[in-house]
Structure formats: structure tokens, C-alpha cells
């Protein structure tokens, strides 16, 4: 159980007290947004299950922008820092924030570390948030966007277990798609169902950070979101035929 969301044991968590707890939670995260804004940082909160890929994503990112955007990012982890070491092999200015029992991340976590970090210096500064589906979807860091990395090897029926997370999301980066024809009945099509029944735009890209595919969109994405231009049209990026 997470000591400080109380997810799992709802009567040691009144639904008042967790009100509070948010509330709190937003103050500090109204904060750090206007850091970012100030520092004319684009802050991106990325989220996914443990073994999504979100690590590869980002070292696969630094590769594909070739410098032309500088990142910059924190790491939830309970116990390690095996991700944040990725990160800064990666080229990626990165602190780990170890969480010890907390299932995500919240505002006061990220405030307190971004004070010992030079994150001012970077175009697009990821918070790579603890791997989880669940209690991450309600709490707000102060980024611009919220972006759930979803991996094929998870299951089409994701989107609809765990909605609020999806609903909530500005995209979905659908991973690991090289694997596809090594997954018996998977496809593509089952998962942009998914998306369409609990999100109200469905936005995603399809891409595979091992073998770069869907990299050059997602790049684009992002230099698009760093010059404020993004669409928010409904975004659908197929795999090559």
C-alpha cells in the first residue's frame, strides 16, 4: 500500500482527508508550472507500467533529436537508481527521486529536487514518474502535458482497466511494436479501439525505440509542443506497411 495516497486500504484514507492530501498536492504543483513557464521549460509527465519502456523511450530520444532539443529529467523509483544512471549515460541530465513505499510521484517530490538540479537549462524536462497505472493519473507535478507509454506486450484491454489514466492523457505512446508479430492475436487495431472507447481525442503514435520506429513522429511531436504549436486534433500514427 502507498503510505501516502492509501491506495488499496480506502479506511486508511477517508475520502476527506485524501481531498486535503490533493489539494496540497496542487498548490505545490501550480508552483512548479509556473517555474517551468517562467524558465520557458516544456515539463512532460510520463507514465506507464513497470517494463513500459519509458527509460528506453527517453534514451531512444536523445538519439533521435541529435541535440536539437536539451533534456533534462527526474526518475521516480521505490529503491534505485538504475533508471536515472540510464539517463545520464544517455546524455540526459537526470535525478533520481527514490520514493522507498510511495507508488508515484506528487508535487512536493519534484519541487524539493528540481532545487538541487540545473534543470533551467533544458528545452524539455521529463518526469518520469514510478512505474504504476493507477495513482500517478491523479496527481498533478506541474507539467504541461501528460503522456502514457503503453508497451504491446501489456494488452489492448489497458485503456479500459485503468480509464482514468488514459482519459487524462494528452498521448499515448504505444511501444515495443517491433514485437507485434511474435504476439499471437494482438494488433494494432485492438489497441486504437481501446483508446477510442475511454479517451474523448484519442491521440497516440505507434514506435519502437529499439528499432526507431515512430521516432522521427514523436520528435516532431515534441519540437511542435517546445514551439507551442501541438495539435490537438485527434493524432493517429500507423506502422509502415
Not at 495516497?5 to 508550472?33: S, T, W
Request: hydrophobic content about 45%; charged content about 20%; glycine content about 10%.
Amino acid at each position: 500500500m502507498c503510505e501516502s495516497c492509501g491506495c488499496g486500504d480506502p479506511a486508511l484514507m477517508p475520502v476527506d482527508v485524501h481531498e486535503r492530501l490533493l489539494a496540497g498536492n496542487d498548490h505545490v504543483a501550480a508552483h512548479n508550472r509556473a517555474h517551468f513557464q517562467a524558465a520557458g521549460v516544456l515539463a512532460l509527465n510520463l507514465m506507464g507500467s513497470p517494463g513500459a519502456g519509458k527509460t528506453a523511450l527517453l534514451e531512444a530520444t536523445a538519439r533521435e533529436l541529435g541535440g536539437r532539443l536539451r533534456l533534462g529529467a527526474v526518475s521516480g523509483d521505490l529503491a534505485t537508481d538504475r533508471d536515472g544512471e540510464r539517463l545520464r549515460a544517455a546524455g540526459i541530465p537526470s535525478r533520481t527521486i527514490q520514493t522507498n513505499s510511495s507508488c508515484h510521484l506528487d508535487a512536493t517530490l519534484v519541487h524539493d529536487t528540481l532545487h538541487g538540479m540545473d534543470w533551467q537549462r533544458s528545452d524539455v524536462f521529463f518526469l518520469e514518474n514510478v512505474g504504476n497505472l493507477v495513482c500517478p493519473a491523479i496527481y498533478d507535478l506541474g507539467q504541461a502535458a501528460n503522456i502514457v507509454v503503453l508497451s504491446v506486450t501489456e494488452g489492448e484491454d489497458k485503456p479500459l482497466k485503468y480509464p482514468v489514466m488514459f482519459k487524462n492523457c494528452d498521448l499515448v505512446l504505444l511501444t515495443k511494436v517491433d514485437l507485434l508479430p511474435h504476439l499471437p492475436g494482438v494488433t494494432l487495431d485492438a489497441f486504437v479501439d481501446a483508446f477510442g472507447r475511454v479517451m474523448p481525442e484519442p491521440r497516440w503514435l505507434a514506435l519502437s525505440a529499439l528499432t526507431g520506429v515512430g521516432m522521427p513522429e514523436w520528435v516532431q511531436w515534441l519540437l511542435a509542443m517546445r514551439a507551442g504549436q501541438a495539435s490537438k486534433k485527434p493524432l493517429r500514427i500507423r506502422l509502415p506497411s
